[in-house]
């Protein structure tokens, strides 16, 4: 805080001088604090558990044919994250997709707007407790033993209760978690310069390059440049400052690229053909166990204070859109996914091409239908026809590599 020496206003007449800042520039440091801490927040939001697939897709599809993928799917993402600001700035206090799908396509939108954000929702945690299960099994059973069951079950537990209670310091946790994954990005990046390998980023390691493996990437890049649902949040964050929100979201998803790339460089470079689907793992063979013991606890956090902001939010949906008691739908939200791992559904790759490629792809098509009731001209409909055969592309493709 900056003291007053006698003087009311000690600044010149531009406002650069003095301790008070002139009307125009508190406006703009307001301004450029709320881009910032919004642009933290959706990247954040973005960057999460998809990542982890990325060098194992690399590793299979070849790295610059993920690097051209992740452009184009980011194009995509970054269209409809748009059309949704759009609609959000247009539309009365509707704060959640199965509200704006009411509102412009009637109850059946809303249907399944909120089937997709629940079945969705499932899919995530289900990631979350998949990767995260086994970065813990990972950091303690060389010490106390165990299947990687029990540590997932240990996981999940911890998790629960959490969002039983519903702990209000989810949000700070999930910011500072922000600053220590770029921290391990950059620790890994340091350790990882003695072994790097160049040439393991421009050889397919799988069974050969084959057109069926692309099919694999629509989903899970899907999945990894989404953050669809806090649009409507950080327009109402913003405040007066709403026409930033068309600068945040490109640049939030930008970013969100540059650093599955730079990851993605790091893993390949160092595993090569020893990429495993969750890429931590695959550096154990590569690190001293102290450098695996940072990485692992990195990771531990990172899916850990998802895990429980992703719980918290099924639990309200379960609660406030579809009226179930809270304790009902606080086991719902946690018991559903754990029961659809231990009931085999457990492939990490599968569960995010799933929800990235057939839910996530049914909320962009969505999105588009409102948006060609909202902006009535050739130029939107052109626009909005183009992105839905995109996300039909990217649901045939999805369901192409389940069923085939």
């Not at 310091?169 to 990005?185: D, P, Q, R, S, Y």
Request: proline share 3%.
């Amino acid at each position: 805080m900056v003291e007053r020496d006698g003087l009311e206003n000690r600044y010149t007449r531009n406002g650069i001088v003095g301790s008070n800042p002139t009307p125009a520039a508190e406006y703009f440091m307001n301004k450029t604090k709320s881009f910032i801490f919004s642009l933290i927040t959706l990247t954040g939001t973005i960057i999460g558990v998809g990542m982890f697939s990325l060098p194992y897709l690399a590793s299979q599809t070849g790295f610059l044919t993920m690097v051209v993928y992740l452009f184009i799917l980011g194009a995509v993402a970054i269209l409809i994250h748009l059309i949704f600001a759009e609609l959000s700035l247009n539309t009365p206090d509707f704060s959640r997709l199965p509200g704006f799908a009411n509102f412009y396509l009637g109850k059946w939108g809303k249907r399944i707007a909120t089937c997709s954000a629940i079945i969705g929702l499932f899919g995530t945690i289900l990631a979350y407790l998949i990767v995260g299960g086994e970065f813990l099994s990972n950091l303690f059973s060389p010490v106390f033993g165990g299947s990687p069951l029990i540590y997932t079950l240990i996981y999940f537990v911890a998790g629960a209760i959490l969002i039983y209670f519903g702990i209000k310091t989810i949000e700070k946790i999930e910011l500072w978690g922000m600053v220590l994954f770029f921290g391990a990005l950059i620790f890994i990046f340091i350790k990882s310069l003695p072994i790097f390998n160049l040439s393991n980023l421009f050889i397919i390691h799988g069974s050969g390059f084959a057109v069926q493996n692309l099919f694999f990437l629509f989903g899970p890049i899907l999945f990894s440049l989404w953050g669809l649902t806090l649009v409507p949040e950080l327009e109402e964050q913003l405040g007066e400052n709403k026409n930033l929100l068309k600068k945040i979201i490109p640049s939030a998803i930008l970013i969100s690229i540059l650093t599955y790339i730079f990851f993605t460089v790091i893993v390949l470079g160092v595993c090569g053909n020893q990429t495993t689907e969750s890429a931590l793992v695959g550096l154990n063979n590569f690190f001293s166990s102290k450098v695996m013991a940072i990485v692992f606890l990195f990771g531990i956090i990172a899916t850990f204070t998802s895990f429980i902001a992703l719980g918290l939010t099924l639990k309200k949906v379960l609660n406030y859109d579809l009226k179930i008691p809270k304790k009902l739908a606080w086991f719902i939200a946690c018991f559903v996914p754990l029961s659809l791992f231990l009931l085999g559904f457990n492939n990490f790759i599968s569960v995010i091409s799933f929800v990235g490629g057939i839910m996530l792809s049914i909320d962009g098509i969505l999105v588009c239908l409102m948006y060609q009731k909202l902006k009535k001209t050739k130029k939107a409909t052109a626009l909005s026809l183009t992105l839905i055969f995109i996300c039909f592309l990217a649901i045939f493709f999805s369901l192409k590599t389940f069923i085939f």
